[in-house]
């Protein structure tokens, strides 16, 4: 895992340097906002290996407080009224921390099922309570759209260390790397082939910047980098190749369903939080749409 983690960190290094040297040379608007995604990933690589060091309890609050903070962006966009803050407080202060907590308690059978089943029933339930009924239907959609994305889906990143995997006992830790750096990756590639290579758009309408040179340039790259990271999994280098295929084709569709959202709304970033980034959402669209396909795939095939 350190192994892994520090190519992550030299690879940050050789970038930093390769942007140092190319805002002396010249100075546009690319290379300064190459810097600033530089500069962010430095944070948040620092992040994330301070969540790694606290453990399994780390790693979950810190995926709680992103799925908290995404959930956030998304909600100051859509169209809610008075009636739903009370609906809100619910999603906010005690679904999304249960969703996180029974993953913590290895509960597989209730966090399955709490947001798609449970959730999913009780918030029209309390926003009919309220008796507003304008464009009811809209509003609990998009909350429990939401819900589903930014908290269900991006919780099965950190359900990966909860999985019982034969001779792999200790080590789930590395199986979320595994995801991480490759759906991550996929979107750094997919950027510089696209900025390199990239001349036929692949989807003009909703991401003007993603091209297709840049699309099969990123997969196959991310590809490559989940068959060198097959000793870490549980996978064959075959098995690594064709999961890591998957995850990141995946990630590309989140990243358009979220281009998608943000083009209804007329706006370029969910937020400005992450310098060079955009908001939090821009940061994790592609996890959200890999990790519940990383993590079913795994337990299906590799457990008991």
């Not at 430095?42 to 407080?65: Q, T």
């Not at 569709?253 to 821009?282: N, Q, T, W, Y």
Request: glycine share 8%; with cysteine; hydrophobic share 55%.
């Amino acid at each position: 895992m350190w192994w892994v983690f520090g190519s992550v960190l030299g690879l940050l290094f050789i970038a930093t340097i390769i942007g140092i040297v190319l805002k002396h040379k010249t100075k546009n608007s690319t290379i300064e906002n190459l810097n600033a995604r530089i500069k962010a990933w430095w944070i948040m690589c620092a992040i994330f290996l301070a969540a790694l060091f606290m453990g399994e309890k780390g790693i979950l609050v810190l995926f709680a407080m992103i799925s908290w903070l995404a959930l956030r962006e998304y909600v100051t966009l859509t169209p809610t009224r008075r009636a739903d803050h009370r609906t809100l407080f619910w999603v906010f202060f005690v679904i999304t921390p249960l969703q996180y907590l029974l993953i913590g308690t290895h509960w597989y059978g209730l966090f399955s099922i709490l947001i798609p089943v449970y959730a999913f029933l009780f918030i029209p339930i309390r926003s009919v309570a309220a008796g507003e009924t304008e464009n009811f239907l809209e509003r609990i959609s998009e909350i429990q759209w939401g819900l589903m994305v930014f908290v269900y889906c991006l919780s099965y990143a950190p359900a990966l260390l909860t999985l019982e995997i034969p001779h792999y006992h200790s080590q789930n830790v590395n199986l979320l790397l595994f995801l991480v750096i490759v759906v991550e990756l996929s979107d750094v590639f997919q950027y510089v082939w696209g900025k390199i290579l990239g001349k036929k758009k692949i989807a003009p309408v909703l991401s003007p910047n993603k091209t297709l040179e840049g699309f099969i340039g990123g997969i196959l790259s991310a590809t490559l980098i989940g068959i060198l990271l097959s000793p870490i999994t549980p996978f064959s280098r075959l098995q690594a190749g064709g999961i890591a295929l998957m995850m990141t084709l995946a990630g590309f569709a989140g990243g358009l369903i979220m281009s998608a959202i943000k083009r209804e709304r007329g706006i370029k970033d969910f937020g400005s939080v992450i310098p060079g980034h955009g908001g939090i959402i821009d940061r994790i669209d592609s996890l959200c749409f890999a990790a519940p396909l990383l993590f079913h795939l795994t337990r299906y095939f590799f457990t008991p």
